[in-house]
């Protein structure tokens, strides 16, 4: 799989970031280094999210993508549980929604306990996709930290869940 954008090499330092504010020496402030690497590796992520989009369906936005992610998670999910997990307006969501309706990746459904409600499923092509999608990224994955300590690995995702607690409790 790869990327058609090639605006940006995923390995080149940004030209936008000044040499004095990449300074990793002794002294340099540590939470703009952390910021500097989130961004980079957002932009990388990016990447990833595009190419995953692309192997569920040619068609499908990027942007979807993490929603489709949410869905997997569940049989079926409302869209007020939608909109408060992705914190995007309801009318963006809708859009999203009736595009992913429409390549054949999400349904509407009937809510059991309100009949004014829908609830939102991935179909069993997505789902299956998706689960392709899983072994083969899980293996890339693998690949690239084969050279990591198993509990180097550990710790960044107990670190990323942290950073990820902090920047939630910290949300104005």
């Known amino acids: ?7 940006e090499s995923a390995d080149a330092p940004s030209a936008s970031v000044p040499a004095d504010a990449a300074d990793s020496g002794p002294g340099a402030d540590p939470v703009v280094g952390l ?6 590796l957002w932009r990388r992520v990016r990447g990833l999210i595009r190419e995953r989009a692309a192997a569920v369906h040619p068609k499908l936005d990027p942007v979807c993508y993490p929603m489709l992610m949410m869905l997997r998670r569940a049989d079926a999910v409302a869209m007020a549980d939608l909109h408060a997990d992705l ?3 309801k009318s963006t ?6 595009s992913t309706v429409r390549l054949g990746l999400v349904e ?3 809510d059991p306990h309100d009949a004014r409600a829908r609830l939102l499923a ?3 092509l997505c789902r299956e996709r998706l689960s392709e ?11 690239r930290l084969s ?3 198993s509990t180097d690995i550990r710790l960044l995702g107990e670190l990323l869940g942290r950073l990820g607690d902090s920047i939630e409790a910290h949300e104005d």
Request: hydrophobic letters at 30%; zero cysteines.
């Open 1 to 7: 799989m790869t990327t058609t954008d090639t605006s």
């Open 35 to 40: 910021e500097q690497g989130l961004v980079i």
């Open 87 to 89: 914190g995007i307006e």
């Open 93 to 98: 969501l809708t859009r999203r929604i009736d």
């Open 108 to 110: 509407r459904t009937p």
């Open 122 to 124: 991935l179909t069993p």
């Open 133 to 143: 999608l899983e072994s083969v990224q899980t293996e890339q994955w693998r690949t």
């Open 147 to 149: 050279d990591w300590d």
